[in-house]
């Protein structure tokens, strides 16, 4: 009963913008994949086509859920994370004036999420402890660390069987970068997801990552069959390793 996710041949860009020319990547069922680009390379806009926020112009996206395959392209934002495809956006995007605990209530709007919000709520709070003690808190008044724990939390209340990570490390002090990382993995391993991280931190994505893949300027420059390969790629050890 496998999880995972297919794209193949997408386009997609903003008006008359195009930004994906053609990007073909897939995530099989338990996989770490990890999506390298430096700024502006696409990273977003595909996560954003996978969730349905943004509708290539070409190309499939599918599913499997469960065993099941999905066609993902015209469905909603709402009907993606309904089928247990959860995204921790880039830049958190939390509601700043609602409480820790209001934005993982939105998380579980989805029914299935929604019968288990106790139990979901009660294993978020189990992870990340600092978010039980701050349920209270207003989300805008929290450190960036502790922001980003609300959003990797709110993604899980919806009970997701594949998680997309927009940058998770962005803004993050190196000591918290390390810990989301491993949280991230801890995660993994024990909801059994499936996860799509985008990732311009090299050093830290592949200490989770089972392989990966490097865009630029909206195509797939290098796919990596392991984190070896990526290590040994001449754009890795330029831009990200300083060789
Ligand atoms: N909402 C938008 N409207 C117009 N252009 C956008 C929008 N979002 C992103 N872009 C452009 O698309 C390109 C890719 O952006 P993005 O997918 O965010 O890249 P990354 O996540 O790799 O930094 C950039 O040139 C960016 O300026
Ligand atoms: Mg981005």
Redesign the pocket.
């Known amino acids: 009963m496998g999880n995972s996710i297919t794209v193949k041949d997408v386009e997609a860009?903003?008006?008359s913008?195009r930004?994906l020319h053609g990007v073909s990547l897939t995530v099989n069922d338990g996989e770490t994949v990890v999506m390298l680009?430096?700024?502006?390379?696409?990273?977003?806009?595909?996560i954003?086509c996978i969730t349905g926020l943004v509708e290539p112009s070409a190309g499939e996206i599918t599913a499997e859920i469960n065993g099941e395959s999905i066609n993902l392209i015209g469905k909603t934002p709402e009907e993606i994370v309904d089928l247990g495809i959860a995204m921790v956006p880039?830049g958190r995007r939390l509601f700043p004036a609602l409480t820790v605990e209001e934005n993982l209530t939105l998380g579980a709007y989805r029914p299935e999420a929604r019968a288990k919000i106790d139990e979901n709520m009660k294993f978020v709070f189990e992870t990340f402890p600092r978010l039980e003690e701050r349920r209270k808190q207003l989300a805008g008044s929290m450190s960036g660390g502790e922001q980003q724990m609300v959003a990797v939390a709110r993604a899980l209340m919806s009970d997701p069987k594949i998680l997309l990570v927009?940058?998770p490390s962005v803004g993050l002090a190196p000591i918290l970068v390390s810990q989301m990382i491993a949280k991230i993995k801890e995660l993994k391993d024990i909801k059994n997801l499936t996860v799509l991280m985008?990732e311009q931190n090299f050093n830290q994505a592949i200490k989770i990552a089972d392989r990966g893949y490097i865009?630029v300027h909206?195509q797939i420059e290098f796919e990596g069959e392991d984190t070896a390969a990526l290590e040994n790629n001449d754009m890795i050890k330029q831009y990200y390793l300083g060789v």
């Open positions: 860009g903003y008006g913008v930004v680009g430096s700024n502006g390379n696409g990273k977003s806009t595909l954003k880039e927009d940058e985008a865009i909206g």
